[in-house]
């Protein structure tokens, strides 16, 4: 099975900003709501944000305002853009595709995406 290629993962201080990408390099999941997701040791996987292949977009509250989703389907990559970074957004940054016949009908439930890159490590130091 195609796998995600996730990328731009780094360390920054609260405040700063990063911005991850997600390559599809098989084009397999363009028509697909994409989601991207995190995970501290010890804690269960968090939906942050998700996209639809049309652009509808849903967020975590806990990032709305800060961080944004994106896609461009000519070059088959997803987008995490990340603002105004704090502490608790440290975490390991997975995308997924939920590459199924229906829509997820919960889009930031780890559990309706069938498809995950390996993750790439963001950290923000106070």
């Known amino acids: 099975q195609v796998q995600l290629v996730e990328s731009g993962g780094g360390s920054v201080q609260a405040g700063g900003s990063l911005r991850l990408s997600c390559a599809d390099p098989?084009?397999?999941?363009?028509?697909?709501?994409m989601g991207w997701f995190r995970q501290v040791p010890g804690k269960e996987r968090e939906g942050v944000a998700a996209?639809?292949?049309?652009?509808?977009?849903t967020y975590t509250d806990s990032v709305k305002g800060r961080f944004t989703i994106s896609r461009d389907n000519d070059k088959n990559i997803v987008y995490l853009q990340m603002n105004s970074l704090k502490p608790e957004d440290t975490a390991m940054y997975y995308c997924?595709?939920?590459?199924?016949?229906?829509?997820?009908?919960?889009?930031?439930?780890?559990?309706?995406?069938?498809?995950w890159g390996q993750g790439t490590q963001v950290t923000v130091s106070s």
């Open positions: 098989g084009n397999a999941y363009t028509s697909y709501w």
């Open positions: 997924a595709a939920a590459a199924s016949y229906y829509a997820p009908l919960r889009l930031l439930n780890p559990d309706e995406y069938n498809v």
């Open positions: 996209i639809s292949s049309g652009g509808d977009t």
